[in-house]
């Protein structure tokens, strides 16, 4: 997995879930906006439309402003309002979502969560003050292991909340499932990536998507998700061996380069310490290189994350529908790229318009076969969390 990819936009490259999630919650088709609903049976044909509507660069200007202000404590209310606009515009036969969260919801869960890990770094900063390193090399790993080991939850539990706030005909959706048995799973994943060079990652990933979507309903109704992971590993063997081959060849020339100017090198090191240009030059060309290479391998996984993408939404069915993602690794190139480009010229200002192109992305690409018999779906029983992402909040690991 490529963590350090820079840019949050990359993020979907080794954090599928974040690019699942807006897909599975926003579960529905794309047809003709034309196609009257229609009934099949006892069903009816769902058409979903994206419906572009004003008041969204005013939103941005006005939640830039107030997040200077207030020093980013707002984001938790700009973070709602966007999604209140954003989940309007999508229109399900005719009908928009609703988005019911609060900004109170998501300040209170970010609250529970600083007040939860504030005396661990309390205790790290101590530690290290009064240097008692063994003590604090144990916490600090023990403190790394559980941050690695909650990931998983936040992620369950962002999607669970989102899910009970968004609303369609009166009916909201629900995750009904454990938190802390997708979170041991999800870290269960991790461990075993690393432990496999990654080429556990196919048959994992399908193993998280089919306990989260199993999990999901609309009302009373589940959602369900059967297939396999074999038909993964051709396009992932393809991009991890170019990846791989990517990795020797640089090496090969960077150890070539090395020895070629091995005296240079150490001469400029050893020199760096009176030349703060050079030691600023050195940092800039390490990150640059850097930030190249996290590009160049999110361009080859991109066309592995698109195919994966599309085949777990072929697994994905609902009633009597099943859905068919029509993802392109050129295509989801060009949305990370533009979205990174949004977000530097303006400063982060439009970062909402990222938000929306990829909600648009994923409503415009999914299609629908069969029908949902809408009369009969019954309005969810599941509880509704008071609070909401803290910890996702906290691991920064959420561009929506």
């Not at 402003?65 to 707002?74: D, F, M, V, W």
């Not at 309007?88 to 209170?108: A, D, K, M």
């Not at 290290?128 to 003590?135: L, T, V």
């Not at 393809?238 to 020797?248: D, E, K, M, N, P």
Request: a positive charge.
């Amino acid at each position: 997995m490529y963590v350090s990819l820079v840019v949050k936009t990359v993020d979907v490259l080794t954090r599928k879930d974040t690019f699942m999630t807006q897909l599975n919650d926003q579960q529905g088709t794309r047809s003709s906006p034309t196609q009257p609903e229609s009934s099949q049976g006892h069903g009816s044909n769902i058409v979903i439309t994206y419906e572009t509507k004003p008041g969204l660069a005013g939103l941005s200007i006005k939640n830039f402003a107030l997040n200077l202000i207030t020093l980013s404590i707002y984001r938790f209310w700009a973070k709602t309002d966007v999604r209140k606009h954003i989940w309007s515009c999508v229109h399900i036969n005719g009908e928009p979502l609703e988005y019911t969260g609060r900004g109170l919801e998501l300040f209170l869960g970010a609250l529970v969560v600083l007040l939860i890990f504030l005396p661990i770094v309390f205790l790290i900063q101590w530690l290290q003050m009064a240097g008692h390193i063994e003590f604090l090399i144990a916490v600090q790993g023990a403190f790394t292991l559980l941050f690695f080991m909650l990931i998983g939850m936040a992620i369950y539990r962002a999607r669970r909340y989102r899910l009970s706030r968004t609303v369609w005909r009166g009916v909201r959706g629900a995750l009904v499932g454990s938190s802390l048995k997708y979170s041991l799973l999800y870290f269960g994943s991790v461990l075993l990536s690393a432990i496999t060079l990654g080429w556990s990652n196919p048959a994992m990933n399908l193993q998280l998507q089919e306990q989260i979507t199993k999990d999901m309903r609309f009302g009373e109704t589940p959602f369900g998700f059967k297939g396999k992971a074999g038909p993964l590993y051709g396009s992932y063997a393809i991009a991890w061996f170019v990846s791989l081959g990517i990795i020797v060849i640089l090496a090969i020339i960077g150890g070539f380069a090395i020895v070629g100017r091995s005296q240079n090198i150490v001469a400029q090191v050893e020199g760096a310490g009176d030349n703060p240009k050079l030691v600023i030059t050195m940092i800039l060309g390490v990150y640059g290189a850097l930030f190249l290479l996290a590009l160049v391998f999110a361009i080859i996984w991109s066309f592995y994350t698109a195919y994966e993408m599309a085949k777990f939404a072929s697994y994905t069915y609902f009633d009597n529908a099943t859905f068919r993602f029509n993802a392109t690794g050129p295509s989801l190139i060009m949305l990370w790229v533009v979205n990174i480009f949004i977000v530097i010229i303006s400063l982060g200002i439009a970062t909402p318009f990222t938000v929306q192109r990829t909600i648009r992305y994923f409503i415009d690409r999914l299609d629908v076969d069969g029908w949902v018999n809408i009369g009969q779906i019954q309005q969810s029983q599941a509880r509704i969390d008071p609070r909401g992402e803290g910890l996702l909040d906290a691991f920064d690991i959420d561009g929506i």
